[in-house]
């Protein structure tokens, strides 16, 4: 009986690797390090889902490396709105799924990727903070999201915003990563790229070390402490003057102007008073404020407020020379607000 040679499988799935690293790694099977570029081009270029696609391999290499696993999901459940935002449940290696969303433009085409399996949060607004948490993504389960919304649109994806389930700096090492990934070797500039953070204490100053032009967009949602933790269970531990000295460093040091994300409560954080003490927060700031209507959650029972309240919130900034602009979610009429596609569906699969 022959013995197959011996293939030292990579501990990590090939997703998510430098050009470098897969020069070493295809070395380390006793290939040409000219391999590596080919396998860089196919993996992030042509998408491939298994490395057996690889035509330009000899095919007895090949057929040795059918058990080395590239990272790629398994779309699960996919659904188109009306404005043609695609909405999508990706099953990972492990079963779990996750939310991602494109939303194409005429010039663009947005990814909203996940950070992680649910979300620790526990915002009370929010649906996945409502699921409860489950583990971080890996860097190639990030990678992966870009990549399959890139397939499905057969179309370059421009812009990237870390704005699905999870908390970004919850998982700062993979999302660095990622980005990076998704930067060097997949070839979307970083500038098209948002992180979005509800705000964990000392991260946003480690994330401004890693000298990225991300843009940070930081999930403020409330003009003053106690409103803000009663919205986010987290800011407990973390006054909204720390959060905002944070900010503060994160410009200095990245010389990017920071955004602040405020979720517009009817009744609740929408009043003129509300709009004047943010715009005392922000005087001075490099900063821009998107405001963010709530999508309603079956989980929650708060209201968006009507178009004449925001129109007023939205002049009470601007006469403060706060630069302001409203964000209206996309897909509203597939489960838009975050994590309540897999909320619905996960329910579905369960009573079905
Ligand atoms: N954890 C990160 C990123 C994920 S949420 C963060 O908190 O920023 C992305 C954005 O969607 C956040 O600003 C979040 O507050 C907002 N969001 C969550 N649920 C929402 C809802 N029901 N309506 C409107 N915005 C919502």
Request: aromatic share 6%; charged share 20%; hydrophobic share 40%.
């Amino acid at each position: 009986m022959t013995q197959s040679p011996a293939i030292s499988e990579p501990a990590q799935p090939l997703l998510g690797k430098s050009l470098e690293d897969l020069k070493d790694w295809v070395q380390s099977q006793g290939q040409p390090a000219y391999r590596g570029q080919q396998l860089h081009s196919w993996l992030y270029q042509k998408g491939i889902r298994s490395l057996e696609e690889i035509t330009v391999f000899p095919k007895i290499w090949r057929q040795n490396l059918t058990a080395v696993p590239v990272g790629r999901s398994q779309i699960h459940f996919r659904t188109v709105a009306a404005d043609d935002t695609v909405k999508y449940l990706l099953r990972l290696q492990d079963g779990q799924i996750i939310e991602t969303v494109g939303m194409p433009t005429a010039k663009r085409l947005t990814v909203c990727v996940s950070s992680q399996v649910g979300c620790p949060m526990a915002c009370d607004f929010c649906a996945t903070g409502k699921g409860g948490f489950v583990r971080n993504l890996a860097v190639h389960e990030i990678v992966d999201q870009v990549l399959t919304v890139q397939e499905d649109f057969g179309q370059r994806v421009s812009n990237i915003v870390f704005m699905g389930m999870g908390e970004p700096l919850l998982n700062p090492a993979n999302v660095v990563a990622a980005i990076r990934c998704l930067n060097q070797d997949v070839g979307i500039g970083q500038r098209s790229m948002t992180v979005s953070t509800a705000g964990i204490p000392g991260r946003i100053r480690q994330l401004a070390q890693h000298q990225l032009q991300v843009t940070l967009a930081v999930s403020l949602h409330a003009s003053n402490q106690p409103q803000r933790q009663q919205l986010i269970p987290s800011a407990k531990t973390y006054p909204l003057s720390a959060l905002l000295q944070e900010c503060q460093d994160y410009v200095q040091v990245t010389g990017r102007r920071v955004t602040f994300e405020y979720i517009l409560l009817a009744g609740l954080n929408d009043q003129p008073q509300h709009a004047i003490e943010l715009a005392h927060h922000l005087r001075g700031f490099q900063s821009h404020v998107n405001l963010i209507p709530y999508n309603p959650i079956s989980e929650a029972d708060y209201q968006r407020p009507s178009r004449d309240r925001i129109r007023t919130f939205v002049e009470a900034l601007e006469e403060r020379h706060i630069a302001v602009s409203v964000r209206y979610s996309r897909g509203l009429d597939q489960d838009a607000a975050c994590g309540q596609l897999r909320a619905s569906k996960v329910e579905l699969a369960i009573s079905s």
